[in-house]
């Protein structure tokens, strides 16, 4: 690894507080958790946090990170979505795992829930950075109001969503602009996406994928979208990703990626 990442991530460290390991207390949490288990909670980190782009949230500004479970019969190898709820057995042990040790782990600056979707058969994973999901709100308090039709108060929201008295697809009312927006896919391609995917399924010509979707020697995930990728919002927010994934690249070069989440969810926000 270069110097420069070498100095960034020091940088980074020093600003947020954020240790590369773990604090001895939870180091000896963790050795106390039974090998299979410890297996595990590092592959549900490794699908949340690398895969489903939720080190994006951890590290960075995507306000909301969605990680989608289904059941897919081998014997058809198609998408089930008859299940009437039921989680894929891996995912479903892997989360039931979490659920045993997580309150081991004081999260302070996140949200991590898990919720039905409104497809019969799926389950969320719903990953909120509160400080950035507040400002992404504020920042687009006009068009929260206007789609929902009422005040959108979000650290209301996030308490409630906490306190399990609503869950996050229903606080948006699973509109589809204001999931594009949370999930930090900008807002002209959340509209895009939801004429689409409307009544009238009405294809934007400009309509793409946005996202590196060749190869890179890059420990994180590529972030993926659909939209202009013309618009000068899109480049912008290409261009972001790009920077954010070597970033959260040259943090996880240093360590064990279970740990280094682990430290961060743990850490006091900024």
Same mark, same amino acid.
């Given at each position: 690894m270069n110097i420069i990442c070498k100095?960034?991530? %020091?940088?980074?460290?020093?600003?947020?507080?954020? *240790?590369?390991?773990?604090?001895?207390?939870? &180091?000896?949490?963790?050795?106390?958790?039974?090998?299979?288990?410890?297996?595990?909670?590092?592959? =549900?980190?490794?699908?949340?946090?690398?895969?489903?782009?939720?080190?994006?949230?951890?590290?960075?500004?995507?306000?909301?990170?969605?990680?989608?479970?289904?059941?897919?019969?081998? /014997? @058809?190898?198609?998408? @089930?979505?008859? =299940?009437?709820?039921?989680?894929? @057995?891996?995912?479903?042990?892997?989360?039931?795992?979490?659920?045993?040790?997580?309150?081991?782990?004081?999260?302070?600056?996140?949200?991590? $829930?898990?919720?039905?979707?409104?497809?019969?058969?799926?389950?969320?994973?719903?990953?909120?950075?509160?400080?950035?999901?507040?400002?992404? $709100?504020?920042?687009?308090? *006009?068009?929260?109001?206007?789609? &929902?039709?009422?005040?959108?108060?979000?650290?209301?929201?996030?308490?409630?969503?906490?306190?399990?008295?609503?869950?996050?697809?229903?606080?948006?009312?699973?509109?589809? $602009?204001? /999931?594009?927006?949370?999930?930090?896919?900008?807002?002209?391609?959340?509209?895009?996406?939801?004429?689409?995917?409307?009544?009238?399924?009405?294809?934007? =010509?400009?309509?793409?994928?946005?996202?590196?979707?060749?190869?890179?020697?890059?420990?994180?995930?590529?972030?993926?979208? $659909?939209?202009? *990728?013309?618009?000068?919002? *899109?480049?912008? &927010?290409?261009?972001?990703?790009?920077?954010?994934?070597?970033?959260?690249?040259?943090?996880?070069?240093?360590?064990?990626?279970?740990?280094? %989440?682990?430290?961060?969810?743990?850490?006091?926000?900024?």
């Open positions: 100095i960034a991530i %020091t940088i980074f460290c020093l600003h947020s507080g954020l *240790s590369m390991a773990l604090d001895k207390v939870y &180091l000896d949490l963790l050795s106390s958790i039974p090998t299979e288990d410890r297996a595990r909670l590092e592959f =549900l980190f490794y699908r949340i946090f690398n895969n489903d782009h939720g080190a994006y949230t951890l590290f960075c500004d995507k306000p909301v990170s969605l990680s989608g479970h289904f059941k897919i019969s081998p /014997w @058809e190898n198609i998408i @089930e979505l008859g =299940l009437r709820g039921s989680d894929d @057995e891996v995912f479903g042990k892997e989360w039931k795992t979490w659920e045993k040790y997580r309150n081991l782990f004081k999260i302070k600056g996140y949200i991590l $829930v898990k919720e039905n979707s409104k497809l019969t058969g799926i389950t969320n994973i719903i990953f909120i950075n509160k400080n950035e999901f507040i400002k992404y $709100v504020k920042n687009n308090s *006009s068009l929260f109001e206007r789609i &929902l039709g009422h005040p959108f108060n979000p650290e209301e929201v996030l308490k409630n969503i906490e306190d399990g008295k609503i869950t996050f697809v229903d606080s948006i009312e699973n509109n589809e $602009v204001l /999931w594009g927006v949370l999930l930090g896919y900008g807002k002209h391609n959340s509209i895009l996406y939801s004429r689409w995917h409307g009544p009238f399924r009405e294809k934007p =010509l400009e309509y793409e994928g946005i996202g590196d979707y060749f190869y890179t020697p890059l420990i994180m995930s590529s972030t993926h979208f $659909v939209g202009n *990728s013309r618009h000068p919002e *899109s480049i912008e &927010l290409q261009n972001k990703y790009r920077r954010q994934r070597g970033f959260i690249s040259s943090i996880y070069a240093q360590g064990n990626l279970f740990e280094i %989440t682990l430290s961060k969810l743990v850490s006091s926000p900024e």
